[in-house]
């Protein structure tokens, strides 16, 4: 299929910061395409950027819809970043042309909670770092505020994380059927079933020879995380085969947290509860993503608002105490009163912890490629909403993470109850600790002295990971010589 987009060109002059300048212009053309050249008689027609550098001199110029171009320039010093700089004569016309106040300023690329880690661990007060990241990024003072809040309170966890440990993360990258808005790696249930006995046995001899490795190098498991697409579309039997084999192959006596993401309450079973307790987890996923029913035809979920609140009540009666609830913010449809309704209920409902996400659209996604994503999409007076509502009723942000093609540029944060905050996301979020991933599409990270990280991709398709599972484990020996060398990091 070709794809018959415009492009816009951009037109690089003198220098080759292709990839901060595209980051750039993302924060208001979410779904653009650019193309790149280095000639200016290439900046032709109703629309056009020129980035151009003359030694220290830099110089902007943007054409939009046909109006008469605009330009900016600035000189910079010795030492001055040059990239950054001329970044931000951009950002400052396509602000001004656009009408587009991005939230997070020129925060791209950099991890807006662990920049605040860095500085407090520099010692400066909250004002001094206010300044610097304002001076820097030009980010709004609520997002900023957001940021140091979520820093404070992931900090006396992250002081507490074992880099001598590793954790556990098990993929179940299947679903009963694919939302619209889905970017991830999950596969339909029904174009999956024929292949399940066969993934489920993959998955349980990894899991062995993962634990082999384990044990072999006395390494210790700090958390388990069962994560997908959705894990609980497997059956209650799948699902204990899987977590017999965490059992049978990890030592969980001194494991500090075991999470299994639950998700679709229309996959959510007593029977399906009961296994992932009985078999150790304590803590749980119940994801409606918003409770409004028209809404959630929307997005090609089969169940309704009720269903998801009879999965959460089903959990508590099977005596689940931590629960998270995951919500998007800026859904197809949804109106920001209908979210206000959705994250009130919710509340009121009371999870040990409730993470908003901010919808995201990829390419992969059905409703990027159909062309229907919301042009006034009021995610940000959710998100704005959600802050307070949350901080008031004991929730505090702890993790936080931003991804590309996300609606306004917004951020996906997790709040949680004091002593709810779920350890493996925030290794997840710092990488300070190694993670091993077991199943399709995991990744392994084995993180190295110096916090040098080294990734191992298991194979994305159920049918690729099942044929090719003995190649792949021959990449798992550089597990051990990791696994080794975080022993020897034990004994220093
Ligand atoms: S439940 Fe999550 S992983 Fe599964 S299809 Fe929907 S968005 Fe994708």
């Not at 901010?358 to 990027?368: C, D, V, W």
């Not at 540029?409 to 709040?415: C, H, K, P």
């Not at 993670?435 to 990270?445: F, Q, V």
């Not at 792949?472 to 990791?482: G, I, P, S, T, Y």
Request: negative net charge.
């Amino acid at each position: 299929m070709t794809d018959n987009t415009p492009k816009m060109p951009v037109i690089l002059i003198g220098n080759n910061f292709k990839y901060e300048i595209e980051a750039t212009l993302k924060l208001f053309f979410n779904t653009a395409r650019f193309s790149f050249g280095s000639s200016r008689g290439e900046a032709a027609g109703d629309e056009y950027i020129i980035a151009e550098t003359d030694g220290n001199r830099l110089s902007a110029e943007v054409k939009l819809r046909g109006r008469a171009p605009v330009k900016r320039e600035a000189e910079v010093c010795a030492g001055q970043d040059r990239e950054h700089e001329l970044c931000r004569l951009l950002f400052h016309i396509l602000s001004g042309e656009t009408g587009i106040a991005p939230p997070w300023g020129l925060m791209t690329g950099i991890r807006p909670v662990k920049k605040v880690v860095e500085l407090i661990r520099e010692d400066l007060s909250k004002d001094e770092i206010f300044r610097i990241l304002t001076e820097k990024y030009e980010a709004a003072p609520k997002k900023l505020q957001l940021a140091y809040d979520t820093a404070v309170n992931q900090l006396p966890i992250i002081d507490r994380i074992d880099s001598t440990a590793a954790s556990l993360y098990v993929s179940i990258p299947f679903c009963p059927t694919r939302c619209s808005y889905c970017s991830f790696v999950s596969h339909s249930m029904a174009s999956a079933m024929k292949l399940m006995p066969e993934y489920v046995d993959a998955l349980c001899r990894e899991l062995e020879i993962l634990g082999n490795i384990v044990k072999e190098t006395d390494t210790k498991i700090d958390t388990i995380y069962f994560g997908g697409g959705t894990p609980t579309s497997l059956s209650a039997r799948e699902l204990r085969t899987i977590m017999e084999a965490v059992e049978k192959n990890f030592d969980l006596a001194g494991i500090r947290e075991y999470s299994v993401e639950a998700g679709r309450p229309d996959t959510i079973t007593e029977e399906k509860l009961r296994v992932i307790k009985e078999l150790g987890a304590e803590r749980i996923s119940v994801n409606p993503q918003t409770l409004n029913d028209d809404v959630l035809k929307v997005i090609g979920r089969q169940h309704s608002g009720e269903d998801a609140i009879k999965a959460f009540e089903l959990a508590r009666k099977v005596g689940f105490r931590n629960i998270n609830t995951d919500l998007i913010a800026g859904l197809p449809t949804e109106s920001a009163e209908s979210f206000r309704n959705t994250l009130d209920r919710m509340i009121e409902l009371d999870p040990e912890s409730i993470t908003v996400h901010t919808l995201t659209l990829k390419r992969s996604a059905t409703l990027f490629s159909s062309g229907s994503e919301n042009s006034s999409n009021p995610a940000a007076e959710m998100v704005d909403y959600s802050i307070p509502a949350l901080m008031s009723h004991g929730y505090l942000p702890y993790y936080m993470y931003r991804q590309k093609n996300t609606v306004d540029n917004l951020e996906n944060v997790g709040y949680a109850k004091k002593g709810f905050e779920s350890y493996y996301n925030i290794f997840i979020m710092d990488e300070t600790q190694t993670i091993l991933g077991a199943g399709c599409a995991a990744s392994t990270k084995l993180l190295y002295e110096n916090n040098r990280i080294e990734r191992i991709h298991n194979y994305k398709f159920p049918y690729e990971y099942i044929r090719s599972f003995d190649k792949l484990m021959e990449k798992k020996e550089e597990v051990r010589e990791c696994l080794k060398k975080i022993k020897y990091l034990k004994l220093k």
